[in-house]
């Protein structure tokens, strides 16, 4: 556009000079014109070439001295990793899960692609800065089944069945991630400690312990990542174990009835659990499988941490609302 214009404005002069008569201006106009075909002839070598010329007389050519401009000195986006290292490029698309960039010493249709997780920040050609942060980076794009998603999230659970202490026992459950879709339960409760006012008085101890199978994946659907390593249904294998003395009195008058209840049952578990914010958990269940009591009779009296049916129906069943943190 530069060159145009100058053209124009040169043979604009020109024209008026012709139009004048004296012999002066004719021989004004003549050397003119050779200046200005020289002039023109210049620049347009000057705009094909794209040399660089420096003046050291007006009308002479004193120096010629081509210039190249390599890729560092063209402005340059800048894609700084959390390592440290830079890479200079161009920014084509910033996505949920990774960047995508060229560079300048590859073929342009070739796309260089990096996740977002491995950088810290990107400096743009014009200055402008955007910041990813760390934690954001790491959960966005950690794929599924990963070790590093593994090692990121926390492992363990520590839970309280929530409805136990209606039932006068107080429980307390350790959960423990062995690997994604795997994990060891246990659970430790004291019968007898509760809220309810039943006359009966019970005291005793209850244990539970089994190997939890989680669905494999439990994923968003976008990206096909875990959500947690301890979140989704899943199917445990349970024994439990509980042992307590009663004393029952069914009326003032009658005479106090006093025995020991042990019980056992090999139950499995389905259950959810689900993981809020990677610190709080909530687990819903029930199971059943075969039990039994030393009394081979229905366990109806109170049925502290699971229910047996007796010698003629060898079932047990349980259920229960467990609440807890994660910890490490």
């Given at each position: 556009m530069?060159?145009?214009?100058?053209?124009?404005?040169?043979?604009?002069?020109?024209?008026?000079?012709i139009a004048m008569k004296t012999s002066i201006c004719k021989n004004l106009t003549?050397?003119?014109?050779k200046k200005s075909l020289l002039f023109l002839l210049f620049c347009f070598t000057v705009t094909i070439t794209g040399a660089h010329y420096n003046y050291s007389t007006p009308g002479?050519?004193?120096?010629?001295?081509?210039?190249?401009?390599?890729?560092?000195?063209?402005a340059k986006d800048t894609i700084v990793k959390r390592n440290g290292e830079k890479i200079i490029c161009t920014v084509k698309e910033i996505g949920t899960a990774e960047i995508k960039y060229v560079r300048e010493e590859y073929k342009p249709d070739l796309i260089f692609s990096i996740e977002k997780k491995e950088i810290d920040r990107i400096i743009f050609a014009d200055g402008q800065t955007q910041k990813f942060e760390a934690e954001i980076g790491i959960y966005e794009n950690v794929e599924r089944n990963s070790e590093e998603l593994y090692k990121i999230q926390k492992k363990s659970i520590l839970k309280m069945d929530v409805l136990s202490p209606i039932a006068n026992t107080t429980s307390l459950t350790f959960e423990r991630c062995l690997k994604p879709g795997r994990s060891l339960e246990?659970?430790?409760?004291?019968v007898g400690l509760g809220l309810s006012e039943k006359k009966d008085k019970a005291?005793?101890?209850?244990?539970?312990?089994g190997y939890k199978l989680m669905r494999s994946p439990d994923f968003y659907l976008r990206g096909m990542r875990y959500a947690h390593i301890l979140k989704g249904p899943y199917i445990k294998f349970e024994f439990d174990f509980a042992s307590y003395h009663i004393e029952?009195?069914?009326?003032?008058?009658?005479?106090?009835?006093?025995?020991?209840?042990?019980?056992?049952a090999l139950l499995m578990v389905f259950g959810n659990q689900w993981v809020f914010n990677d610190n709080f958990a909530v687990d819903l269940y029930y199971g059943i499988g075969p039990g039994k009591n030393n009394l081979e009779h229905l366990d109806w009296s109170y049925p502290y941490g699971f229910i047996t049916f007796g010698k003629g129906f060898p079932l047990a069943f349980s259920f229960g609302l467990r609440c807890g943190f994660l910890i490490k």
């Open positions: 530069f060159f145009v214009r100058l053209i124009a404005i040169t043979l604009w002069i020109i024209k008026h000079l003549i050397k003119v014109v002479l050519l004193s120096s010629y001295e081509p210039i190249y401009c390599s890729p560092e000195q063209v246990f659970s430790l409760g004291a005291s005793g101890i209850l244990f539970r312990g029952s009195y069914k009326d003032i008058f009658e005479d106090r009835e006093s025995y020991t209840l042990t019980k056992w």
